[in-house]
């Protein structure tokens, strides 16, 4: 059985562990071994995560009985739009459900502030790309953003519900 709970500041050490134990699967055919590790210290220090809850992002955590397996980061970015900023589940958890469960969380979360509309950045390269085409999310744009010295080349999608 799984639980979508709430973040708190306090809990920023269980995503930090998390994070570590996901990006070198999910990006080390995408990105280099020094982005990988930028990104990592640039966005995903517990300082930096705690940062992010406290000005603009919720973060929720997916549980399975007693074990963490994956977490997502949502925005309000419009007056019509929340963003989905991260969502990541362990390597083994994925193709097992999680991911629709994360974006159902994200889709009641949104509805009960009146929004139809969720926007998320996914690297062109990711496989993630696929999943979020299955569910229902288009691209509207492909986008190539500067951050640091490195390039994100993304594609910004949206599902309309």
């Known amino acids: 059985m799984f639980h979508v709970t709430k973040a708190t500041a306090d809990q920023a050490q269980i995503i930090h562990d998390l994070v570590h134990q996901i990006y070198y699967p999910t990006y080390k055919d995408i990105l280099t071994k020094e982005q990988i590790d930028f990104m990592l210290d640039k966005s995903y220090t517990i300082e930096a995560l705690q940062h992010a809850m406290a000005t603009d992002q919720d973060f929720y955590l997916l549980k399975e009985e007693d074990v963490y397996v994956g977490f997502m980061a949502l925005k309000q970015a419009t007056d019509t739009i929340v963003r989905i900023e991260k969502l990541y589940l362990l390597p083994e958890m994925q193709g097992k459900g999680c ?21 998320l950045n996914v690297n062109r390269g990711n496989k993630a790309y696929n999943f979020y085409l299955k569910q229902g999310f288009k691209v509207i744009q492909e986008i190539d953003i500067p951050y640091y010295g ?11 519900f």
């Open 99 to 119: 991911g629709k469960l994360l974006i159902n969380y994200a889709q009641d979360m949104a509805l009960s502030i009146g929004k139809h509309r969720l926007e």
């Open 150 to 160: 490195y390039i994100l080349d993304d594609y910004v999608m949206q599902q309309v």
